[in-house]
T-cell receptor
Framework: GIQVEQSPPDLILQEGANSTLRCNFS?????LQWFHQNPWGQLINLFY???GTKQNGRLSATTVATERYSLLYISSSQTTDSGVYFC???????????FGQGTRLTINP | ETGVTQTPRHLVMGMTNKKSLKCEQH?????MYWYKQSAKKPLELMFV???????ENNSVPSRFSPECPNSSHLFLHLHTLQPEDSALYLC???????????FGPGTRLTVL
């Protein structure tokens, strides 16, 4: 099955800093999603981005499907951005989401 | 609010108990999913239902029994669980258009 690797596993930044999270995947995909998991466990949809670039406020994402990676950018970080960020890709026709191990982001005031 | 609700949010049960988790989606989706998130492990898909029919069982032990009476409701019936089954159980739904999945808040299960 498809493999998903996220880096870095942990990232600690000061408020106001910018960050880039990376997701590599081992096969072509037609579904790629980025999520933020808050401290209570809720997975919040950030982007559905199997290819191309999208922006939503301080967050943006780019997927280069031909090179099998996706990047999540967070600018001007706030403490509320803390949490675990997951990349998930669709396997077997896109319905089966395979998750990476996540990047734990800590934003200090 | 993602349009997917789960109850209960927390559950503590003994190994001999029987309990059920409930998921409801208000998004008009036709597919529903159960995922398991254990400590220090990635989220794992357990079951997929499309139009009430189970289309994926990811080698889940029979002590977990899913039920999907209609496209808006999904249950996970639990019996004779083991302590290692303690985890966060997440429900998700998607439409057939692009399969973007939306998750509920999860049920945090502890098996004593």
């Amino acid at each position: 099955g498809i493999q998903v690797e996220q880096s870095p596993p942990d990232l600690i930044l000061q408020e106001g800093a910018n960050s880039t999270l990376r997701c590599n995947f081992s096969d072509s995909v037609n579904n790629l999603q980025w999520f933020h998991q808050n401290p209570w466990g809720q997975l919040i949809n950030l982007f559905y981005i199997p290819s191309g670039t999208k922006q939503n406020g301080r967050l943006s994402a780019t997927t280069v499907a031909t090179e099998r990676y996706s990047l999540l950018y967070i600018s001007s970080s706030q403490t509320t951005d803390s949490g675990v960020y997951f990349c998930a890709v669709g396997d077997q026709g896109a319905q089966k989401l395979v998750f990476g191990q996540g990047t734990r982001l800590t934003i200090n005031p | 609010e993602t349009g997917v609700t789960q109850t209960p949010r927390h559950l503590v049960m003994g190994m001999t108990n029987k309990k059920s988790l409930k998921c409801e989606q208000h998004l008009g989706h036709n597919a529903m999913y159960w995922y398991k998130q254990s400590a220090k492990k990635p989220l794992e898909l357990m079951f997929v239902y499309n139009f009430k029919e189970q289309t994926e069982n990811n080698s889940v032990p029979s002590r977990f029994s899913p039920e999907c009476p209609n496209s808006s409701h999904l249950f996970l019936h639990l019996h004779t669980l083991q302590p290692e089954d303690s985890a966060l159980y997440l429900c998700a739904s998607s439409s057939g258009a692009n399969n973007e999945q939306f998750f509920g808040p999860g049920t945090r299960l502890t098996v004593l």
